[in-house]
């Protein structure tokens, strides 16, 4: 059998953007934190690029609304440990594998002497409904149901909107940021050209997310007072365009120093 090793080196070159990668590690270490999965667990090097893209800050605190296992929140909360996390999902069997995942780093970190505790919180909920207060979030994080296998495309047109809405009330107008994983392009487009606002598109980094090409959506949430029509927000702050951009489209990425490595 031929044996072909692992590439030492990765360049990859695009447009004007040349980015180096060297191996460090025999194995991937796309699966570090998670010993309990899910149907559509996260790499964990791809959490780390998201998490990377929103630059956490000390005592910020950082939401995962559709947590499924807690890949994201649990990088987070052991990569960029000045933050503080909650991570949440509504269906149970996900809340007990992101708990279980979370134990399980514990116990890990206890093993080896070091503090075991995690800055990290986890509930089930509906993130259409959150027990949050409004203007209280500073970072919104998450990796949206595809519709492929997870929830289904039909439903998605529901489901976008309405968290959108929901993630602009408790995210703090004016500084607040949202990082979006959706393969759902089309859909989160036009659901993110209806907030009135609310939220504006800085840029896109395209990933591969187990072959499918998705977009890791990189929002601002703007000063838009929540809770104010669309015609509202028209006469205070002037047009927004369609989709709510700051910049055009030559401003999207296909970073591989967040894909490398998923
Ligand atoms: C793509 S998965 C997230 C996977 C996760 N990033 C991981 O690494 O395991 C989307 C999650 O959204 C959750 N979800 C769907 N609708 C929801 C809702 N209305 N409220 C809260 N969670 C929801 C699903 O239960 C699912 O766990």
């Not at 970190?109 to 259409?128: E, N, Q």
């Not at 929830?151 to 979006?180: F, H, I, Q, T």
Request: proline residues 5%; contains cysteine; aromatic residues 6%.
């Amino acid at each position: 059998m031929l044996y072909v090793p692992a590439p030492q080196v990765l360049l990859n070159i695009h447009n004007v953007e040349v980015v180096i990668g060297i191996a460090l590690t025999e194995e991937s270490l796309h699966r570090r934190n998670i010993s309990h999965f899910g149907p559509t667990t996260l790499r964990s090097t791809l959490c780390y690029g998201m998490l990377r893209l929103c630059k956490p800050q000390a005592s910020d605190i950082i939401l995962d609304p559709m947590c499924g296992t807690g890949a994201i929140p649990l990088e987070g909360a052991i990569e960029f440990n000045s933050s503080f996390y909650v991570a949440g999902d509504n269906y149970d069997m996900a809340v007990n594998r992101t708990v279980n995942n979370i134990c399980h780093i514990q116990k890990r970190r206890a093993d080896k002497g070091s503090a075991p505790g995690l800055p990290i919180d986890t509930v089930r909920w509906d993130l259409c409904n959150l027990p949050i207060r409004t203007s209280s979030v500073d970072i919104i994080i998450t990796d949206m149901p595809f519709g492929k296998r997870m929830g289904s495309r039909k439903k998605n047109w529901d489901l976008y909107p309405s968290c959108l809405r929901e993630m602009a009330r408790v995210c703090r107008p004016g500084s607040g940021k949202a990082v979006l994983l959706t393969q759902d392009k089309k859909c989160f487009s036009k659901a993110i050209s209806r907030m009135g606002g609310l939220w504006r598109k800085l840029h896109t980094v395209w990933v591969n997310v187990g072959g499918l090409h998705a977009g890791v959506y990189l929002l601002k949430r703007t000063g838009a007072v929540f809770g104010q029509t669309p015609e509202d927000v028209y006469e205070s702050r002037g047009p927004v365009n369609a989709q709510g951009d700051e910049k055009d489209d030559k401003d999207d990425k296909e970073l591989s120093e967040v894909t490398s490595g998923v």
